[in-house]
């Protein structure tokens, strides 16, 4: 809705304010909203996005991973992505986010499957 509208910039472009964006993310987070998964990777995955906005993303995705209970795959594979960027304040961020989706073992398998796969495949 109207939050995900607040946070989303169409790709190129950066025209809403920061500070219309990061209580908008902060909001996306406490409403827990599993459809707003893939708008928050679209801001914390382009590096266009100052290091602010890319956490605040980061970590409204976290608060859903937590009230959901759970993680969907391309989400994971955002969120280790983001382990290897240089900003402390984004890979700490992803690396809490991860941690809190609490995945039980039935859950986890498909993710490291499709990993070991992707990883098969760059080599």
Known sequence: ??????????????IRPDTVRLPALAALGVAGDESAYEALLRVFTNPQNVPEIRQAAIAATGRIIDRAGRIHAPVYAA???MLAEN???????AATSLGL??????????LFVQERIQGALKR
Request: glycine share 8%; proline share 18%.
């Open 101 to 110: 989706a609490r995945l039980p073992g039935p859950d986890v398998t498909p």
């Open 1 to 14: 809705g109207a939050l995900i509208a607040a946070v989303d910039e169409p790709p190129g472009t950066l």
């Open 79 to 81: 969120l280790k992505a």
């Open 87 to 93: 900003d402390p304040r984004i890979w700490r961020t």
